[in-house]
DNA sequence: CCGTATCCTAAGTGATACTG
DNA sequence: CAGTATCACTTAGGATACGG
């Protein structure tokens, strides 16, 4: 298990990783995502997770620690170690986050499309 | 159809509330709720939207009209009748809120438990 | 390698008051 | 009734630099 991440999975700013939906924050759901495959090691994670800074990732990961979503496992090895991985309760979050993609999927270009349509419209800077 | 909603529907401090996933902005989702029922005026969602005020609404439904989510209809008489209602494609998002609230249902209480432990353990607020 | 410490800004939200 | 106009505030998020 734990076969290499893809570096670029996720881009925050690329509109094909928009997500309808945001569970906790704007990262936990990426998170989620990158522990699908198993465990994986703090640095492993800033790949995937496109312009994660550290902090922000430390401060993701204790959100979710405290919330039951991972474990944290630090070994006392030098240089450091640390893993995190999914609990149960995380893992329930997968098919949730799995619908909400294919919300995407589905939907996404017609919001975008509704969107874009809005704003050209001459009505939409003018009377209301 | 346009049964009268229950004016205490919706109280975002009450965490019966709670939703693991946020649609756009805080208060989206409870608008595709308030409106699952039928069309509905400007008021008559405030009352379910405990606490919203009219500045938030017009912006939360401003932005819901935008992405195509909801129509507007304003009639041209006095007193001023202004009436929303779901598009379809805003009826696609109910499944996904369904999805998140049975999420809710089964599993936020584990995770405010888990909370709850981590809160009141003495590691919470100690050594690193 | 795995973080912390500071500092900072932008967005979201709300309170209050006013208007066509 | 259905909004707007201000003002104020909090917090998430990020930039950067440093530490065990």
Redesign the pocket.
């Known amino acids: 298990m734990a076969e290499p991440l893809d570096p670029e999975m996720f881009d925050?700013v690329c509109p094909s990783s928009a997500m309808p939906i945001?569970i906790g924050?704007?990262?936990t759901a990426m998170v989620v995502l990158c522990l699908e495959g198993g465990r994986r090691?703090?640095?492993?994670l800033r790949g995937p997770l496109r312009?994660?800074?550290?902090?922000?990732?430390?401060?993701?990961?204790?959100a979710m620690e405290r919330d039951g979503l991972v474990t944290?496992t630090?070994y006392d090895e030098n240089?450091?170690?640390?893993?995190?991985e999914l609990t149960d309760l995380g893992r329930t979050l997968l098919t949730l986050i799995a619908a909400a993609r294919a919300w995407s999927a589905d939907h996404l270009p017609a919001l975008l499309e509704a969107r874009r349509a809005h704003d050209s419209s001459p009505r939409s800077s003018l009377s209301?």
Chains 1, 2 share one sequence.
């Open positions: 925050p945001q924050d704007r990262w090691r703090f640095n492993e312009g994660i800074t550290p902090k922000v990732l430390t401060q993701t990961l204790r944290r630090a240089p450091p170690r640390v893993e995190y209301r």
